[in-house]
């Protein structure tokens, strides 16, 4: 196995969380980063890596096999063509891009280059979330009807100090809601049409502050999703999983799977059945807990670029994948601007 040479674009929060990641794992070796932020030099420093203002500037001084694109999200694109111009291969954070001809524009790029893209929905890598999709695609609770589910949190005020966490590009919906949306893909299957309603009623920013989503899946399961970044409220993905440090965790479940013999609650799994009953209103139905550990997926995402980039896997989150959850996103804009349903 050989050591993958691993820089970053971008050394923000998520540059440092890949960073991070990249020490607890022996086949990786990060280089340098490339961002033209001050403040960076001193993670730099830290990591004893080399600091370019821009990657291609770093690419043509460092050998490098691998590129971490951790930029604000409208900004992914151009890191990630002159990654793929270089023949390396590329993790790029979710989004994938922020515009539809930004993502086909990667992959008509991606099938003329030696590098591969995989795209960073890092949720992908959790046991619980395999086991979900496991419980649904077995048929474990019969034939898949509905699922409801929120992301509601207020973030803080610091949180919005930089400018351009104030555009739509940053707004929750691109930087939340996909995780949600791509997570919902990956255990029912794809996201055939998208209502939706947006609200900006709280801050009156160009990013939304809420949005109601309805979705019909190609399986003829039908879904809902309300989602805020301006609720004070125990319901996300971070709060019930303990993902993150900083957020207090409150193990409440955010999503519901329902189906024709068994219900599930997610993301920790708790199935609800009828055993040996029949499976209606008028018999019992009893939880039962499923208990998997929280791994690291992020160091599980760089053992697997690693791999990618020795050749050993394909990336298990390719560039035309992310481009689906990335369509069925900007859906959410589509619908909420012209009134009207969005076929993905």
């Not at 793929?84 to 992959?107: G, Y």
């Amino acid at each position: 196995m050989n050591t993958a040479r691993l820089a970053i674009a971008g050394g923000g929060v998520i540059g440092r969380r890949h960073a991070c990641a990249i020490e607890e794992v022996s086949c990786a070796n990060l280089v340098a980063i490339a961002d033209p932020a001050p403040s960076v030099k001193g993670l730099a420093d830290e990591l004893e890596v080399s600091l370019y203002n821009d990657i291609g500037d770093l690419l043509e001084v460092e050998s490098v096999d691998g590129v971490i694109v951790s930029t604000p999200t409208s900004s992914h694109f151009l890191p990630t063509i002159t990654a793929l111009n270089f023949d390396c291969h590329v993790l790029v954070e979710k989004p994938f891009m922020s515009t539809r001809r930004e993502a086909d524009t990667v992959i008509e790029k991606e099938s003329v280059s030696r590098g591969q893209v995989l795209v960073g929905h890092h949720r992908r890598y959790y046991a619980l979330v395999d086991k979900a999709r496991e419980i649904i695609q077995s048929g474990g609770l019969g034939q898949l009807v509905a699922l409801s589910g929120q992301w509601t949190v207020r973030k803080n005020n610091e949180y919005y100090a930089s400018d351009w966490r104030k555009e739509w590009q940053a707004g929750p919906v691109l930087t939340n809601l996909i995780h949600e949306l791509d997570s919902l893909r990956y255990i029912c299957g794809d996201i055939e049409s998208i209502s939706a309603e947006i609200s900006h009623s709280i801050r009156n920013w160009e990013k939304e502050d809420s949005a109601a989503v309805v979705m019909r899946f190609a399986n003829g399961a039908l879904g809902t999703f309300v989602l805020s970044d301006q609720t004070s409220s125990p319901w996300a993905w971070e709060f019930a999983t303990g993902e993150t440090p900083f957020f207090p965790k409150s193990e409440q479940n955010t999503v519901r799977f329902m189906g024709t013999r068994g219900a599930l609650d997610f993301p920790n799994l708790v199935v609800w059945h009828h055993g040996e009953e029949i499976p209606d209103w008028n018999h019992v139905m009893k939880p039962a807990e499923i208990c998997i550990e929280l791994n690291d997926a992020y160091v599980r995402q760089i053992e697997h670029f690693c791999a990618v980039i020795d050749g050993r896997e394909v990336p298990v989150i390719s560039a035309q994948d992310a481009a689906a959850t990335l369509r069925a996103t900007l859906a959410v804009f589509e619908s909420a601007r012209t009134g009207c349903r969005v076929k993905v």
